[in-house]
C-alpha cells in the first residue's frame, strides 16, 4: 500500500476538524418557563430551521427540496 505522509496539507485539515468538534452545537432540553421561538430559513434548494427556547437551540430541522 502507500505510505501515508503528515504534511502541511493534512495538518491544517486535522487542525479545522478539531476546531469543528470543540465548536460543535449543542442542544439543550427545555425547562419549564419562558417562550419558544421558530427561526427558519429558506434556500434555493433546501428548507432550515431552529427550535429555540430562552435563546438556547432544541433541535434543528432541514430538508432539500426536490424539483
Given at each position: 500500500?502507500?505510505?501515508?505522509?503528515?504534511?502541511?496539507?493534512?495538518?491544517?485539515?486535522?487542525?479545522?476538524?478539531?476546531?469543528?468538534?470543540?465548536?460543535?452545537?449543542?442542544?439543550?432540553?427545555?425547562?419549564?418557563?419562558?417562550?419558544?421561538?421558530?427561526?427558519?430559513?429558506?434556500?434555493?434548494r433546501g428548507l432550515g430551521g431552529d427550535?429555540?427556547?430562552?435563546?438556547?437551540?432544541?433541535?434543528?430541522a432541514s430538508s432539500r427540496l426536490n424539483?
Amino acid at each position: 500500500g502507500e505510505k501515508f505522509v503528515w504534511n502541511e496539507e493534512r495538518e491544517k485539515s486535522f487542525e479545522g476538524l478539531k476546531q469543528r468538534l470543540v465548536s460543535a452545537l449543542v442542544l439543550t432540553l427545555p425547562s419549564g418557563s419562558g417562550g419558544f421561538r421558530f427561526k427558519g430559513i429558506a434556500f434555493r434548494r433546501g428548507l432550515g430551521g431552529d427550535f429555540c427556547h430562552q435563546g438556547k437551540s432544541i433541535a434543528l430541522a432541514s430538508s432539500r427540496l426536490n424539483p
